[in-house]
C-alpha cells in the first residue's frame, strides 16, 4: 500500500486520451469531421501561421488551441455541433485506438478500479466516447456555450500540462482513495504522472507502457 492511500479504498486510474487510449491526436481530426475536408484544408491555410508558433515554442499551447477552434467551431449549432461529436466519437474514435491503451484500460476495470479519462481534447466528443467505455467520470477541456451556438471558446483552461494534475487533485479533494495510477504519452502528461502512485508512459520505441521516473 502506497503512502496516503487508504486500504480498503478504491483505486483510481487516470487515463490521457490522444496518444494514450488513441494512436494520434484526435483534435485536428473532428475539426475536419465537422466542417468538412474543403472548409477544413481552406481553415488550416489560414491557421497554419499559429500552428507553426506553436510548433516552435512561440506561442503557449493553450492560446494557440484557442485560436484554431475559434477559426473552426465559432458560430456553430449546439444542436448539430454535439450530434457531430457524438458520431464522431462512434464512427470514428475507434478507428484510431491504441490496442495496449485500451488492454491497460480494460485491466483496471476488471480489476474494479475508478477509470477516470483526463484529456485537453474537447468534451462535445470525449464525453460520448467515455460514457459508453465505462469510464466514471472525465476530465477535460470544455467548450463555452453562446446562446444556442458554441462559438470556439474554452470555459476555464485547456487541460493541459499543469492543468491536468490540478483538475485531479480537485477530482480526489474529499474522496477516499487507494492507490493512484495514470497513463500519459507526452511531455505534457509529466505532472499528472508525477502526482500518482504508479505512472506509467507510453515508450514509443519500445511500443509499451513502462514506469515513469
Same mark, same amino acid.
Given at each position: 500500500m502506497m503512502p496516503g492511500a487508504t486500504q480498503g479504498a478504491p483505486s483510481v486510474a487516470f487515463f490521457d486520451f490522444d496518444g494514450t487510449l488513441t494512436k494520434s491526436d484526435t483534435l485536428m481530426p473532428f475539426l475536419k469531421y465537422v466542417v468538412g475536408s474543403p472548409t477544413y484544408y481552406t481553415k488550416l491555410a489560414l491557421v497554419s501561421p499559429v500552428l507553426a508558433a506553436y510548433l516552435a515554442k512561440i506561442l503557449r499551447n493553450d492560446i494557440a488551441k484557442q485560436l484554431v477552434l475559434r477559426?473552426?467551431?465559432?458560430?456553430? @449549432?449546439?444542436?448539430?455541433?454535439?450530434?457531430?461529436?457524438?458520431?464522431?466519437?462512434?464512427?470514428?474514435?475507434?478507428?484510431?485506438?491504441?490496442?495496449?491503451?485500451?488492454?491497460?484500460?480494460?485491466?483496471?476495470?476488471?480489476?474494479?478500479?475508478?477509470?477516470?479519462?483526463?484529456?485537453?481534447?474537447?468534451?462535445?466528443?470525449?464525453?460520448?466516447?467515455?460514457?459508453?467505455?465505462?469510464?466514471?467520470?472525465?476530465?477535460?477541456?470544455?467548450?463555452?456555450? @453562446?446562446?444556442?451556438?458554441?462559438?470556439? *471558446?474554452?470555459?476555464?483552461?485547456?487541460?493541459?500540462? *499543469?492543468?491536468?494534475?490540478?483538475?485531479?487533485?480537485l477530482w480526489k479533494k474529499g474522496k477516499i482513495l487507494g492507490e493512484t495510477f495514470a497513463y500519459g504519452d507526452t511531455l505534457g502528461d509529466v505532472p499528472m504522472l508525477s502526482s500518482v502512485d504508479h505512472g506509467y508512459i507510453w515508450n514509443r520505441k519500445q511500443g509499451k507502457f513502462v514506469p515513469f521516473t
Amino acid at each position: 500500500m502506497m503512502p496516503g492511500a487508504t486500504q480498503g479504498a478504491p483505486s483510481v486510474a487516470f487515463f490521457d486520451f490522444d496518444g494514450t487510449l488513441t494512436k494520434s491526436d484526435t483534435l485536428m481530426p473532428f475539426l475536419k469531421y465537422v466542417v468538412g475536408s474543403p472548409t477544413y484544408y481552406t481553415k488550416l491555410a489560414l491557421v497554419s501561421p499559429v500552428l507553426a508558433a506553436y510548433l516552435a515554442k512561440i506561442l503557449r499551447n493553450d492560446i494557440a488551441k484557442q485560436l484554431v477552434l475559434r477559426h473552426y467551431l465559432a458560430n456553430q @449549432d449546439i444542436g448539430v455541433l454535439q450530434e457531430k461529436g457524438d458520431r464522431f466519437s462512434h464512427d470514428i474514435v475507434p478507428t484510431m485506438l491504441r490496442p495496449e491503451g485500451m488492454e491497460r484500460l480494460r485491466r483496471h476495470q476488471k480489476l474494479g478500479h475508478i477509470c477516470v479519462l483526463v484529456s485537453a481534447s474537447l468534451d462535445v466528443y470525449l464525453n460520448s466516447w467515455a460514457h459508453n467505455e465505462n469510464f466514471e467520470d472525465v476530465i477535460c477541456t470544455q467548450l463555452q456555450l @453562446d446562446s444556442s451556438k458554441r462559438n470556439g *471558446k474554452i470555459i476555464d483552461k485547456n487541460c493541459f500540462g *499543469k492543468e491536468k494534475s490540478a483538475r485531479i487533485e480537485l477530482w480526489k479533494k474529499g474522496k477516499i482513495l487507494g492507490e493512484t495510477f495514470a497513463y500519459g504519452d507526452t511531455l505534457g502528461d509529466v505532472p499528472m504522472l508525477s502526482s500518482v502512485d504508479h505512472g506509467y508512459i507510453w515508450n514509443r520505441k519500445q511500443g509499451k507502457f513502462v514506469p515513469f521516473t
